[in-house]
């Protein structure tokens, strides 16, 4: 069993630190805890992850906090004009995202500082910092424990991944119900989230982030679709990227996707489960985010951009210079050199090809045009 006491006193061992910051963390961590404890029908590997992953949380957050207090000088320091990419899972995020880290102007969240973010990172040393190393040695185990992972997720330590990692510290992250099945701390998750102050402590971590490494932030996550209000209340002139695709063609790409990260933590993972989980998670992202979307676009005009996958594996030129128009800044024939060559680099399917049966996961062909009629009415998609 997860015991939060033997986890809060470990990180505090590690570090040397007592200060998390205030206390808001705790409710969530309680949640997530008692979810982990009572629901995921964890194995041994699943127990190790679950408390690893929490136990970076809790170093990340002392560790953080301590670096705040100070540099007191850190949180005036501005976020401009951020490029939020904020589509539905396996709609094309990742590769877009990937694209524009191209461009040396842009600042991506790397996966090696996203998992260790303090110190912050420096110019002089970002390509050569020793967490590159430790990270790359922990993307080999992932490869190791999950077998085919590279075929659904393009993860590597020096390349971009979704800030979602920014809210495990305050273990208000889609990451955790994404690895296990816990619906009682994911439905707890998906009505508070906006309700928190995730954010602020999101912003604050950027900062910290481009102290000493300054850049365009270009940032990716699906859950930011639960936080659109707050995203613009601490982000007001940012972008926001919405990626669009026929239904058919990632409902069950995502449930094979969850579905691989489950098995490596539980022996009774359920297929069904995970296909109800996925459905309860897309129908409330995209009901969430189209709502506060139409609410807020007209205070908020030419901050909104759509990219159509198909449209974009065919030319995603257009979509890259929509973006740049949009954010104020040129699209430099260097950035668009390297753009070009991570396109012929990074060809579709270079990984292999990724298989999955919708229907394995107890969902229909009804059910997902019932859940997207609005959505494919709005964005002209087709179902399949």
Same mark, same amino acid.
């Given at each position: 069993?997860?015991?939060?006491?033997? @986890?809060? %006193?470990?990180?505090?061992?590690? %570090?040397?630190?007592?200060?998390?910051?205030?206390?808001?963390?705790?409710?969530?961590?309680?949640?997530?805890?008692?979810?982990?404890?009572?629901?995921?029908?964890?194995?041994?590997?699943?127990?190790?992850?679950?408390?690893? &992953?929490? =136990?970076?949380?809790?170093?990340?957050?002392?560790?953080? &906090? #301590?670096?705040?207090?100070?540099?007191? #000088?850190?949180?005036?320091?501005?976020?401009?004009?951020?490029?939020?990419?904020?589509?539905?899972?396996? %709609?094309? &995020? %990742?590769? @877009?995202?990937?694209?524009?880290?191209?461009?040396?102007?842009?600042?991506? @969240?790397?996966?090696?500082?996203?998992?260790?973010?303090?110190?912050?990172?420096? &110019?002089?040393?970002?390509?050569?910092?020793?967490?590159? /190393?430790?990270?790359? /040695?922990?993307?080999?185990?992932?490869?190791?424990?999950?077998?085919?992972?590279? !075929?659904? =997720?393009?993860?590597?330590?020096?390349?971009?991944? *979704? $800030?979602?990692?920014?809210?495990?510290?305050?273990?208000?992250?889609?990451?955790?119900?994404?690895?296990?099945?816990?619906?009682?701390?994911?439905?707890?998750?998906? /009505?508070?989230?906006?309700?928190?102050?995730?954010?602020?402590?999101?912003?604050?971590?950027?900062?910290?982030?481009?102290?000493? =490494?300054?850049?365009?932030?270009?940032?990716?996550?699906?859950?930011?679709?639960?936080?659109?209000? *707050?995203?613009?209340?601490?982000?007001?002139?940012?972008?926001?990227?919405?990626?669009?695709?026929?239904?058919?063609?990632?409902?069950?790409?995502? $449930?094979?996707?969850?579905?691989? @990260?489950? !098995?490596?933590?539980?022996?009774?993972?359920?297929?069904?489960?995970?296909?109800?989980?996925?459905? #309860?998670?897309?129908?409330?992202?995209?009901?969430?985010?189209?709502?506060?979307?139409?609410?807020?676009?007209?205070?908020?005009?030419?901050?909104?951009?759509?990219?159509?996958?198909?449209?974009?594996?065919?030319?995603?030129?257009?979509?890259?210079?929509?973006?740049?128009?949009?954010?104020?800044?040129?699209?430099?024939?260097?950035?668009?050199?390297?753009?070009?060559?991570?396109?012929?680099?990074?060809?579709?399917?270079?990984?292999?090809?990724?298989?999955?049966?919708?229907?394995?996961?107890?969902?229909?062909?009804?059910?997902?045009?019932?859940?997207?009629? #609005?959505?494919?009415?709005?964005?002209?998609?087709?179902?399949?």
């Amino acid at each position: 069993m997860l015991d939060k006491n033997t @986890l809060i %006193t470990a990180a505090q061992q590690e %570090t040397g630190l007592a200060d998390f910051g205030g206390e808001e963390f705790h409710e969530p961590l309680d949640r997530l805890i008692a979810a982990l404890n009572s629901e995921a029908r964890l194995n041994e590997f699943g127990r190790l992850r679950a408390q690893m &992953t929490i =136990h970076s949380g809790l170093v990340n957050r002392l560790k953080i &906090t #301590d670096y705040l207090a100070r540099h007191p #000088d850190l949180e005036a320091q501005a976020v401009p004009r951020p490029v939020f990419i904020v589509g539905l899972p396996r %709609t094309g &995020t %990742t590769a @877009l995202h990937h694209m524009l880290n191209q461009d040396p102007g842009n600042r991506t @969240l790397r996966l090696w500082e996203a998992q260790s973010p303090v110190p912050p990172p420096e &110019t002089a040393t970002y390509t050569t910092d020793p967490r590159i /190393a430790e990270r790359a /040695a922990g993307v080999a185990l992932t490869e190791e424990f999950l077998p085919g992972f590279s !075929r659904t =997720h393009l993860i590597d330590a020096e390349e971009p991944d *979704e $800030c979602y990692m920014l809210l495990n510290r305050d273990f208000l992250s889609v990451e955790y119900s994404a690895m296990f099945h816990i619906p009682s701390y994911a439905n707890w998750l998906y /009505a508070e989230l906006c309700r928190r102050d995730a954010y602020r402590s999101h912003r604050r971590q950027l900062q910290l982030l481009q102290y000493r =490494h300054p850049g365009h932030w270009v940032l990716k996550a699906p859950f930011h679709q639960l936080g659109l209000r *707050e995203i613009l209340r601490y982000y007001p002139d940012a972008i926001i990227v919405q990626t669009h695709r026929a239904p058919m063609t990632f409902v069950g790409s995502g $449930c094979s996707f969850s579905e691989l @990260l489950r !098995r490596s933590g539980s022996d009774a993972v359920d297929k069904a489960e995970v296909g109800r989980d996925w459905m #309860d998670m897309l129908r409330i992202y995209t009901h969430t985010f189209e709502a506060d979307r139409a609410a807020l676009e007209p205070d908020y005009p030419g901050q909104f951009l759509d990219v159509h996958h198909d449209a974009f594996v065919t030319d995603p030129w257009p979509a890259v210079e929509a973006i740049y128009a949009a954010r104020g800044t040129p699209l430099s024939a260097l950035a668009r050199e390297g753009m070009s060559r991570w396109l012929r680099e990074h060809p579709k399917g270079k990984h292999g090809r990724h298989e999955y049966r919708l229907e394995d996961y107890g969902i229909s062909r009804g059910e997902v045009a019932t859940l997207f009629v #609005d959505y494919m009415a709005r964005y002209g998609l087709d179902l399949d």
